[in-house]
């Protein structure tokens, strides 16, 4: 169950960092955040009213909000990380971001067998080379590497957050609707900061017509990342937190395959290197 969870984890996130990469050709990332999330909370709002979720609010709701807060927060210093430094470096580093839930489960007690840790160890190594690092060329500004590390670091904790955010399937249903009430706060909060600075939301000329024609891939960038964040909560739970947080954590490798096969992007040497490094502790994991 948790291995199977936490693959689907990786597909749907690995497909919304596609989608998302390439609406950021079109338009803001931070409107591509703050729209696909809206989206999201408009779905999840209707998912709870249907279902009586909201009988589940409790404490535990506080880490979805702090995950709600933490997740536009990474996403903004990745994007800034990309446009900064080669993504050749940014990418592999933001991976790194697995530490965070695998290093709780430890701390929690959580004690993998030897197959397990050779897994581990295995299937990170191949997540950072999935991301093609450039190992040479020219320096890379210490601003992005710091705003790659917060990224990294922020991505890992909304992991650990998500996952103790709720223990049934309604109580899920509403954590990650909080999640993104406060995903949308934030994120609009800081659009809106953007827009007063004298930054456009959209294109000029036609962004909205743009917006709207865009709308079918916004909405499934923001409800793949839903998806992902629900399959993960359930990969956790349902096993260690250990095994979760590195198998969901593939994502980088299905991002890579889906340009090579929409894109024509060929994949480096070191990203296929990385890529059979991933599938070869995905192996060792499912079978500690």
């Given at each position: ?22 609406l ?28 009586g ?100 670091f ?36 800081a ?21 709207w024609g865009l709308l ?16 993960y ?9 250990t ?15 889906a ?17 059979g ?12």
């Amino acid at each position: 169950m948790t291995v199977l969870f936490a693959l689907a984890t990786a597909v749907l996130w690995g497909l919304a960092d596609f989608g998302g990469g390439l609406l950021t050709r079109r338009i803001p990332a931070l409107t591509v955040v703050v729209v696909s999330q809206v989206v999201a909370v408009v779905v999840l709002g209707s998912v709870v009213l249907a279902t009586g979720a909201w009988r589940e609010a409790g404490p535990q709701l506080w880490f979805a909000v702090a995950a709600g807060l933490v997740g536009p927060v990474a996403m903004l210093s990745f994007y800034k990380a990309l446009a900064l430094g080669p993504m050749g470096v940014v990418s592999p580093l933001g991976s790194l971001g697995v530490i965070v839930p695998v290093g709780a489960g430890l701390a929690l007690g959580e004690r993998p067998g030897p197959g397990q840790f050779a897994g581990i160890a295995v299937a990170v190594v191949g997540i950072v080379l999935a991301g093609g690092p450039e190992l040479r060329g020219a320096p890379v500004q210490r601003r992005a590497v710091l705003l790659t590390l917060v990224a990294a670091f922020g991505f890992g904790a909304v992991m650990a957050l998500i996952s103790q955010a709720s223990h049934t399937v309604a109580g899920l249903f509403l954590a990650l609707f909080v999640q993104r009430v406060t995903n949308v706060a934030a994120g609009g909060a800081a659009l809106w900061v953007q827009v007063r600075r004298g930054t456009p939301a959209l294109p000029e000329g036609g962004g909205a017509r743009l917006l709207w024609g865009l709308l079918p891939a916004l909405a499934f960038v923001g409800l793949a990342d839903v998806a992902a964040n629900g399959t993960y909560s359930v990969a956790a739970q349902s096993g260690p937190v250990t095994v979760a947080a590195v198998l969901s954590s593939l994502y980088p490798v299905i991002t890579a395959l889906a340009a090579f096969a929409v894109l024509k992007e060929r994949l480096r040497t070191v990203q296929a290197a990385g890529a059979g490094l991933a599938l070869a502790g995905t192996v060792l994991l499912a079978a500690g």
